[in-house]
Structures are given as C-alpha cells and as structure tokens.
C-alpha cells in the first residue's frame, strides 16, 4: 500500500513552501488554487499561474469569481498572472530560471512575494517523467532562497500514484484544502472524490451550528453541481460520537433534500450511532441513505 | 373472532393443554383474517405452538422470549417497530409472554409498567396483544398484577371478560414510581461535575469508568449515548449543569445524573420517554434514546430539580440465584 504523505492546509502555507497537490476533480485544484491565490493577494503577494495550455488569463482565472474576486481588474493591476510557460514540454528545462525571474521581478514590483502555481500536463514513461523529475529537483533552491511559495499541480486521473509517489521526495509534502472547522472535539473536511463532507471525531451540542452551516453550504454546492438528484455526501468512518440533537439535524436535512428530490447520504455509519437511528426510526426517513464503510482490514 | 380496536389482554395458564386452548385459535383467525402473527414466547411453549399448527407454523413468527424480553423500554421499542414494519396494511397479532423469574423487586415492577403502557403505546393501532401468565412459575403477585394491567382477560378459546380491576396506567405509573426508593446516590469518588459545553469531558470520564467496570465496548457507546442526553437535558432544563455519579453493584453500573433547576419546560410530559416520539418530532428523542439504550431507568423530574438513574447490566451472570 501506498503510503500517503502528510497533507498541509492551504492556508496554512507559508514563503518557502513547495508542496504537491493530487487533485482528483476540477472542483478540488479549484477550491485549493482559489485559497491559494486569494490568500496571495490578501497577504501582498502576486499570484502567477503558469498553465499547461494557452487559455486567455481571465478564462484561466474565472473560477476566482465565484469567490468574489473581480479578476480582470486584478489582472489589470498585475496582482494575478497568468503565463502559458508549461504549454509546451520544452517549458519545464527552464522552470527554475523563470520562477527565480518571477520572483525577483514581483518584489521589484513592490509585493511582498510571489505564488506561483504550476501544472503539468505532459505525461509519457521515461523520457518525460525523467524530465519532470529533474525540472522538481532544480526548483528546490529557488524556493529555499526567495521570497516564494508555490503548489504543483498534478492530476490523478493523468498521474497514478505510482508516478507521483517519487515526486513527493521533491516537495515539502502534500497540500489540501483547508479545513471547513476544526475545534478540539470535531474536524470538518471536504472530500471531493466523491464530492462531500468527512466529519471526524464527535459531534455534540457545543458543535452542531458548525456541522449545520457545512452541511448547508455543501448542499449549495451539490446544487450547483447537477441541478436533479441533489446528493449530499457526509463520510462518517471518523466520527466517534454524535448526539441525538445533531442526528436530528441530519434527519432533517435529509427531509428537506428528499422535498426537493435529493438525497442525504451518510457513509460509514458505525453500529453504535447505527443503533441510535435504529431506535429512533431515523434509519427508515425519506431522503436519508445509509451506506456501510468498507470492511476494516 | 375478529375485531377492529386495540386490544389487550391476559391469559392465565396452568398447563400445556391452557396454553394451547388459549392461543391456538388466536392464531388460527389472525392467519385467517390475513394478520400478521408474533409469538413472542417461552421455548416451551413455541415448541407447543409448533406442533400443534403444523405446516402452517410457518405463517407465524416466533421469537423466543428470553432473547426479547431483556430491557422493558427496549422491548416496547421493538414492538413499535415491528408494528412500524408488519402493521401498516395488516393488523398485528402478538402473543407476548415477559419473563417473570428471576427478576428483582424493582426490575418487576419495570415490567408491570411496560406491561400496563402498552395499553397507552397502541391505543391507536388496533392491533391485538395477548399476554400469556404461566400460574405454575410466575409469582403470584405478578399474575394478579395483569388484572390491572390488562383491560381483559383471555378465558380459554374467543372468549373474553373485562378483567375488573384494570387501572389507568397514568396511575399505576405514578404507584410505581411512589414506591421505589428516593434516596439518592451518596457523593464518591468518580462524581462528575458537568455544565454546559462540557459534556465531552463527562463523556470521556463515563468511558474510562465503564471500561473499568468491564462494560463491552458496544455497551460503552451506548452508556455514553445515553448519559449525553441526560446531561444535555441537566443543561438545559436543570439550570445549566449538575452532577454525575457513578456507582457498580455486582450486576449493574449505575449513572446517576442530579441537577437542581426548575425544569419548567413548557407542559410536563404523562410518560416521559416511554413511549416513541414520531421520527418528525423537534424534541423528545432524547429521553426516549436514554431508555432504549439503558436497561432500566427511574426518573424524577420536579420543580427544584432532577434525578434521572439508570441501569446498565453488567456482563456474565446474575449474581443472585433465579427466583423459583
């Protein structure tokens, strides 16, 4: 089995920082990317991606607009870039150089830095990967010495685990999403492969308007994502304990999804909360599905 | 005989030969008139039951009486649901037969409470339960208490009389509950003080003590479950905290929670989370959780205060010798 590095909240990254980013959906690289950049701009820095392929910079950025972020005048102001550099294989021989000129050129421009986000979309045994390898290992220095911090983007349904695992030796670990909360009792994460919630830990009456207001941005976003057959996914193989006051909560999530012909979907119930809705026919209400986690090894 | 209201009765036996005569037929029309039949009973007599409806035993469902008769809120429970799944286009029909020895003075008198709520939990339902009294070994006290816990009792085949002296469970309820004990649990060294937003370190402590007591782990879950809702409602109706305290004798762990608020909720409740709240319902779940996740449970809930005890049976034998 694959072991999986540690993974770093986006917000919590710092100068310095070159991590890798496994996205399994566009909504996940997405929801990463958009914190990245934003957190950029909120802390005096430039944002530049470089892409893969030349798209215009404002289609490139336009998912920053569902965040409130008006980016053809951040474009205008040079506070987002965007640079076709990777649209070719040959982009990657002079990946460092570019990002050390980047980064000298945004402090010159008065930022206080530089976020960079790269993706590479080139794939092919041998050769490419060799290349890709060697362009990860020149980029360490640059980002040890400047003022810079960057995520590379990878793609999983291009790249199997197998291809990424080397790479991770050349980052300072994986980043992911940050936390939806986290208090000492519950953390709350998106998961988007399948696209949802994974609640860990215990849910209780300290902590319940906090799984209210994820669950119902979440289901905002099921909406968004197919208009029939809305799906809320709540993965619960971590939750040790949640209590009656918030298992109804979810019933009556559940209720309101079922109305509009949607589904709440609770994956991995243990037994004992199993038993809980058992007594209380909460495992029989419209709209609530529960799906066994897979068998522990 | 066929009949359409909700009916409950007891049967008083002496022999395999009164069993039969006063069941059988039961369960000859409730199969002939398309209901669905539980026979929820002593080995024995499923055995009797058996033999004597011969292929068609199989129309009916038995359950042997020990394994179903193990919590008195937890059993009303499963017959709610087992109503919820087999009575919505057919009556049901159970011949339900508690198991009477062995029991303690208090867990007892749990069972004549069950007994006589049932009358309130199916009022509506128009199914038709048929409690069967086993004279040879069921104590005699136990075998008149069905008169006030059943509005009828079965005489032998179709037949039936008012049993005479059938109380109102609003007061036998009350009679139960003036005769237990009220002392309350001594201060020791596992008290828990609680308050609000600080249940999860209760919680947490609950854990540790039942793992010391050599609760299962399942068991544990439940435990926690179930003194959550206590202390959420301590919290919030009791005046924002109180005390938990924990006791073992040698077959139960015992989880007292104390507070001393006012607990005016808005009307008082007849039967506090006896009887099953509709899944839609905003409050209520939480009392009707802690009884059906907790063998047994005594409860005061007054203007000064609140002592919610329940009992969590500890694994591996009864210490005490079966009652003949």
């Not at chain 1, 830095?113 to 990860?136: I, P």
């Not at chain 2, 607990?263 to 099953?276: D, I, T, Y």
Request: charged fraction near 25%.
């Amino acid at each position: 089995m694959t072991v999986v590095p540690p993974l770093r909240a986006v917000g919590q990254m710092r100068p310095g920082d070159h991590l890798l980013l496994g996205y399994d959906t566009d909504e996940q690289r997405e929801t990463v990317l958009a914190v990245f950049l934003l957190d950029g701009l909120a802390s005096g820095q430039r944002g530049l991606v470089l892409t893969p392929g030349d798209i215009p910079a404002v289609l490139a950025l336009s998912f920053l607009e569902a965040y409130g972020c008006p980016v053809d005048e951040e474009i205008a102001a040079g506070r987002l870039a965007v640079d076709p550099h990777l649209a070719t294989p040959e982009g990657l021989w002079d990946l460092d150089e570019v990002i050390r000129r980047e980064a000298r050129r945004a402090v010159a421009d008065g930022f206080l830095g530089l976020r960079v986000s790269m993706e590479v979309l080139c794939r092919g045994a041998g050769e490419s990967l060799k290349m890709l390898h060697d362009s990860e290992l020149l980029l360490d220095p640059v980002f040890a010495s400047l003022p810079v911090l960057g995520i590379c983007q990878y793609d999983r349904r291009v790249f199997d685990e197998e291809e990424l695992a080397p790479l991770d030796g050349l980052h300072h670990g994986r980043v992911a999403a940050d936390l939806v909360w986290q208090d000492e009792l519950l953390s709350i994460t998106r998961t988007f492969a399948p696209p949802g919630l994974a609640l860990a830990g215990e849910i209780d009456d300290t902590n319940v308007t906090a799984v209210a207001r994820a669950l119902y941005a979440e289901t905002a976003r099921a909406r968004a994502r197919t208009a029939n057959g809305i799906r809320t996914r709540l993965d619960l193989r971590d939750l040790r304990f949640v209590d009656v006051g918030a298992l109804r909560l979810l019933v009556f999530s559940a209720l309101g999804l079922y109305a509009a012909g949607g589904t709440l979907v609770l994956y991995g119930v243990a037994p004992h909360v199993q038993r809980v809705m058992r007594v209380t026919g909460w495992d029989r209400v419209p709209g609530l599905r529960i799906e066994q986690g897979e068998d522990p090894p | 005989m066929t009949r359409t209201e909700f009916v409950h009765q007891g049967l008083r036996y002496g022999s395999d030969d009164e069993f039969l005569e006063g069941t059988l037929e039961f369960v000859h029309d409730g199969l002939a008139a398309g209901d669905a039949v539980l026979a929820v009973v002593r080995r024995h007599n499923i055995a009797l039951l058996e033999e004597a409806l011969g292929r068609r035993s199989g129309d009916i469902e038995f359950v042997d009486a020990d394994d179903w008769y193990l919590r008195p809120s937890r059993t009303l429970g499963q017959y709610h649901a087992y109503c919820a799944d087999h009575g919505q286009e057919s009556r049901v029909r159970v011949i339900g037969e508690p198991v009477w020895t062995g029991r303690t003075e208090f867990e007892a008198r749990e069972w004549m409470r069950y007994e006589s709520l049932l009358n309130v939990a199916f009022v509506h339902s128009g199914h038709w339960i048929l409690c069967p009294y086993d004279t040879r070994t069921v104590p005699a006290d136990v075998v008149r208490s069905a008169t006030r816990t059943h509005p009828e009792l079965a005489l032998g085949a179709r037949m039936s009389a008012p049993s005479g002296h059938y109380a109102d469970p609003a007061d036998l309820y009350a009679e139960r509950d003036a005769a237990r004990s009220r002392a309350p649990l001594s201060d020791g060294p596992d008290d828990i003080r609680f308050a609000r937003g600080r249940s999860a370190a209760a919680r947490r402590a609950l854990a540790a003590y039942a793992r010391r007591s050599g609760m299962p782990e399942q068991r544990t879950y439940d435990m926690v479950a179930a003194v959550h809702e206590a202390l959420v409602n301590a919290v919030r109706f009791g005046g924002g905290g109180g005390v938990l305290r924990l006791r073992s004798d040698p077959d139960y762990v015992i989880c007292e929670i104390v507070d001393h608020g006012a607990h005016n909720s808005a009307v008082p409740v007849r039967f506090p989370g006896q009887l099953p709240p509709d899944a839609r319902s905003v409050s209520g779940h939480g009392l009707w959780v802690l009884r059906q996740l907790s063998d047994l449970v005594a409860e005061e809930i007054g203007p000064t205060g609140s002592t919610v005890r329940m009992y969590f049976r500890r694994p591996g034998e009864f210490t005490r010798p079966p009652a003949g």
